[in-house]
C-alpha cells in the first residue's frame, strides 16, 4: 500500500468554483502534514501546513482527521492561477525523517 | 523561509558520460537531505536520503552505484549520474529539512533537468 494517497486527477473546473482535494495516509506515526504546489516543469513549494485543528489561509483551508488519516484541501472562489498540481505530503520523523508524497492531483482552472 | 539552491538547472550529455549535481542549503545547516527523481506527469519518486558525514540510504530499486551520492558536510549534497543513458533522463530535485518550532518542513532546490543523449 502506498504511503500517501490522493485523489486522481485532472479537476477540471470553471472560474470561481470551490474544489476539495482528499488524501489518505497509512502510517499511523506520521507527525506533520502539507499541501505543496507544482507548477509545470519547477519544484515543489510549499502552500500550506495542515493542523490538527485545522486550518485557513485566505481562499484556502486544509482540514486533518487522524483518526481515520485523512487529509484535505478546500480551494475556493478558485482563480486561473490557482492551475497547477497539488501534492499531499506526509512527514515520518521516525523513518529517517522522510517525506512522502502522494501522486498528486492536477486542478485546471478554466476561463 | 530557507533556501535551498540546485545547481546545474539543466544539463544536457551524451550516452556513457557521468553528470553530478549539487545541492545546498544556504541560509541553514541540513544534516539531511532528499534525492528526487520525477518523470513526465508522474509524482516525486524518493531515490536516497543523503546524510552528512555517513553513507546514504538508497529506496529500493535504486541503484547506489549509479547514482552515487555525496555528503561531506552539512551544506552540501552531491548526486552524480555514471554512465548515464536515455532512460535516466528525468527531473531530480534535492531538498532538505528543517526543524522549528516543533514542526519539520521541506525546502527544495529549483530541481536538474537532465537530458541523455
Known amino acids: 500500500r502506498k504511503e500517501v494517497e490522493q485523489d486522481p486527477g485532472p479537476f477540471n473546473v470553471p472560474e470561481g468554483a470551490t474544489v476539495a482535494f482528499n488524501c489518505t495516509y497509512s502510517n499511523s506515526a506520521s507527525q506533520s502534514f502539507f499541501w505543496y504546489r507544482q507548477d509545470c516543469r519547477k519544484e515543489p513549494k510549499l502552500l500550506m501546513s495542515?493542523?490538527?485543528s485545522g486550518n485557513e489561509d485566505g481562499r484556502f483551508t486544509a482540514q486533518l482527521n487522524r483518526a481515520s488519516q485523512y487529509i484535505s484541501l478546500l480551494i475556493r472562489d478558485s482563480k486561473l492561477s490557482d492551475s497547477a498540481t497539488y501534492l499531499c505530503?506526509?512527514?515520518?520523523?521516525?523513518?529517517?525523517?522522510?517525506?512522502?508524497f502522494g501522486s498528486g492531483t492536477k486542478l485546471n482552472v478554466k476561463p | 523561509g530557507a533556501v535551498v539552491s540546485q545547481h546545474p538547472s539543466w544539463v544536457i550529455c551524451k550516452s556513457g558520460t557521468s553528470v553530478k549535481i549539487e545541492c545546498r542549503s544556504l541560509?541553514?545547516?541540513?544534516?539531511?537531505m532528499f534525492w528526487y527523481r520525477q518523470f513526465p506527469k508522474q509524482s516525486l519518486m524518493l531515490m536516497a536520503t543523503?546524510?552528512?558525514?555517513?553513507?546514504?540510504?538508497?529506496e529500493q530499486g535504486v541503484e547506489k552505484d549509479k547514482f552515487l551520492i555525496n555528503h561531506a558536510s552539512l551544506t552540501l549534497s552531491t548526486l552524480t549520474v555514471t554512465s548515464a543513458h536515455p532512460e535516466d533522463s528525468s527531473f531530480y530535485i534535492c531538498s532538505a529539512s528543517l526543524s522549528t518550532g516543533g514542526r519539520t518542513e521541506a525546502f527544495f532546490g529549483q530541481g536538474t533537468r537532465l537530458t541523455v543523449v
Open positions: 495542515v493542523y490538527s
Open positions: 541560509d541553514f545547516q541540513a544534516t539531511t
Open positions: 505530503v506526509v512527514h515520518n520523523p521516525y523513518n529517517f525523517n522522510k517525506f512522502y
Open positions: 543523503s546524510n552528512e558525514g555517513s553513507k546514504a540510504t538508497y
